[in-house]
Nanobody
Framework: QVQLVESGGGLVQPGGSLRLSCAAS????????MGWYRQGPGKQRELVAS???????TYADSVKGRFTISRDIAKNTLNLQMNSLKPEDTGVYYC????????WGQGTQVTVSS
């Protein structure tokens, strides 16, 4: 059974950067359209970025130009580089595939605050 393990979150000031990673099996990461989701305080979980097996990326308007999703095949990870962070980026970040999502991992907390 595939397990998703997110890491890399933390407390950062507005304008700062973080790099999140999601560890899973190579086949799961490479054969599915993968996404990074976030759940802000009191909000529903939303998709912020996705990447197809061929490498095509899509971003929510709220993060476009600031976040970059990528795969590291050697390390079997899905990554999310987050720059120019804003307080509204605060939340728990999760990874999963877009279709027929499997059990969610524990997520990684990102807090953007001065």
């Amino acid at each position: 059974q595939v397990q998703l393990v997110e890491s890399g979150g933390g407390l950062v000031q507005p304008g700062g950067s973080l790099r999140l990673s999601c560890a899973a099996s190579r086949s799961f990461l490479n054969l599915n359209v993968m996404g990074w989701y976030r759940q802000g305080p009191g909000k529903q979980r939303e998709l912020v970025a996705s990447i197809t097996p061929g490498g095509t990326t899509t971003y929510a308007d709220s993060v476009k130009g600031r976040f970059t999703i990528s795969r590291d095949i050697a390390k079997n990870t899905l990554n999310l580089q987050m720059n120019s962070l804003k307080p509204e980026d605060t939340g728990v970040y999760y990874c999963n595939r877009l279709n027929q999502q499997i059990s969610w991992g524990q997520g990684t907390q990102v807090t953007v605050s001065s």
